[in-house]
């Protein structure tokens, strides 16, 4: 009913920047937090950066002063622009966001199927 399809991602020098947007579709009546996870290899998935529906941000200490998050709510789409870029950055990159649906009470969360950000020279 939900899909969250995350662009942007590729491959980038140590130091370079990278924008990912992610666009979410459906059923949608409205969208809560949405936000930004990655999953390295070998690692388990973790927080990057969130956003409510207000514009409040949270982000990783590891990310803090590099990257920043918005989002558009009336396109229900949200970015992440990633600055200064470290080879620790690779990982697989999921959005994410607590989405309710029209005729629905409750909030669901939904996934992204991921985009990878590699970081090497």
């Known amino acids: 009913q939900v899909q969250l399809v995350e662009s942007g991602g590729g491959l980038v020098q140590p130091g370079g920047s990278l924008r990912l947007s992610c666009a979410a579709s459906?059923?949608?009546?409205?969208?809560?937090?949405m936000g930004w996870y990655r999953q390295a290899p070998g690692k388990q998935r973790e927080l990057v950066a969130t956003?409510?529906?207000?514009?409040?941000?949270n982000f990783a200490d590891s990310v803090k002063g590099r990257f920043s998050i918005s989002r558009e709510n009336a396109k229900n789409t949200v970015y992440l622009q990633m600055n200064s870029l470290k080879p620790e950055d690779t990982a697989v990159y999921y959005c994410?966001?607590?989405?309710?649906?029209?005729?629905?009470?409750?909030?669901?969360?939904?996934w992204g199927q991921g985009t990878q950000v590699t970081v090497s020279s």
């Open positions: 994410n966001g607590y989405v309710t649906l029209y005729g629905s009470f409750r909030e669901f969360e939904y």
């Open positions: 956003i409510t529906s207000g514009g409040s941000t």
């Open positions: 459906g059923r949608i009546f409205s969208i809560n937090t």
